[in-house]
């Protein structure tokens, strides 16, 4: 039984797009959470460094022998901090998404300083990269009531935040449109596999074969239906040895098993816009804000019994 409803008609007859995509975050997250005392915690700063300085220059090595371009998403603070691992993923042609600009979540911030957060990440990240960034992905999937207006009048063509869909749809706000591209937290490599205590992870590490197979699932259940398989891995946890030779083994299986487009999520979006505008697909349509403030039923005034479910009579 097909499970995706829509399917996308991806290019040249591919009934899959697969993105492993990487959020680059190094120490910023900790940063994030201990802004007085990070500095102090060496341990959790040298297991995050290695992201960028060990993990990348290796994920680089395999998309190359693979001959496949793919998405890091960078918080601009960490491309300012790691010029070498910048030059890798640029000079290697994978596309560099926004990723705040110290892995601040926006839902917590104002709309005054998420604009200002964004714009400083926005304008940092394109003058390191030289790229024009169009595709962004909020620190810990956090977006808020004003993201996408953000990204919309900063000319965005995607955000990849989000999992309410099995392929990408439109997030439709103000007449305004954005292309989102799921994924899900199945694909996560920090459910399964992220553990430091400084940062509150402490989930029992699971084999990279069991990851593996989670991560798998998914891909078997949509990949002869149009469907989509997007990865959100960290460098300082899928790139270690291990979670990297499974990384080749998924990509190896998914060649052999079904026809894939391995691309950046950029050319995801862009194809995404081109069948949505000359009529070949019609993405599902989803009108935002979902809700325009707290529940009004939280009122408990508002309530009264519904009539003649009150009273039974007996008999
Ligand atoms: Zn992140």
Not at 84 to 104: C, S
Not at 260 to 269: E, G, Q, R, S, T
């Amino acid at each position: 039984m097909r499970m995706i409803r829509n399917p996308v008609p991806w290019p040249d007859g591919a009934t899959c797009a697969v993105a492993f995509t990487w959020d680059v975050d190094a120490e910023s997250v900790l940063q994030i959470d201990h802004p007085e005392t990070a500095h102090r915690r060496i341990f959790s700063l040298s297991a995050m460094r290695y992201g960028p300085e060990i993990s990348v220059p290796r994920i680089c090595d395999i998309f190359a022998e693979f001959g496949h371009k793919s998405t890091f998403y960078v918080p601009t603070w960490v491309a300012e901090r790691y010029p070498a691992a910048m030059e890798r993923m640029v000079g290697d042609g994978h596309e560099i998404g926004h990723h705040g600009y110290l892995h601040e979540s926006p839902n917590l911030q104002s709309p005054e300083d998420e604009a200002y957060w964004f714009q400083r990440a926005h304008e940092g990240l394109e003058a390191i990269t030289g790229q024009k960034i169009v595709g962004y992905r909020a620190p810990s999937f956090d977006v808020s009531p004003v993201t996408q207006s953000l990204l919309n009048d900063a000319g965005y063509l995607y955000d990849s935040s989000l999992m309410g869909d099995d392929v990408p749809y439109v997030m439709r706000e103000n007449g305004r449109e954005l292309i989102e591209i799921p994924a899900t937290i199945i694909h996560d490599d920090w459910p399964h596999c992220s553990h430091n205590w400084d940062l509150g992870a402490t989930n029992q590490i699971s084999t990279p074969s069991r990851a593996k197979e989670l991560y798998l699932s998914e891909f078997d259940a949509v990949c002869d239906d149009g469907g989509l398989w997007v990865g959100v891995w960290h460098p300082w946890i899928s790139g270690r040895p291990a979670r990297a030779r499974m990384m080749i083994e998924m990509i190896e299986y998914m060649e052999k098993r079904a026809k894939c487009w391995f691309a950046p999520l950029k050319d995801i979006a862009a194809h995404i816009a081109k069948i949505t505008a000359d009529g070949s697909w019609t993405p599902n349509v989803h009108e935002m804000p979902y809700h325009a403030g707290k529940l009004a039923e939280w009122d408990k005034s508002t309530w009264r019994p519904a009539a003649g479910k009150v009273a039974a009579t007996g008999d």
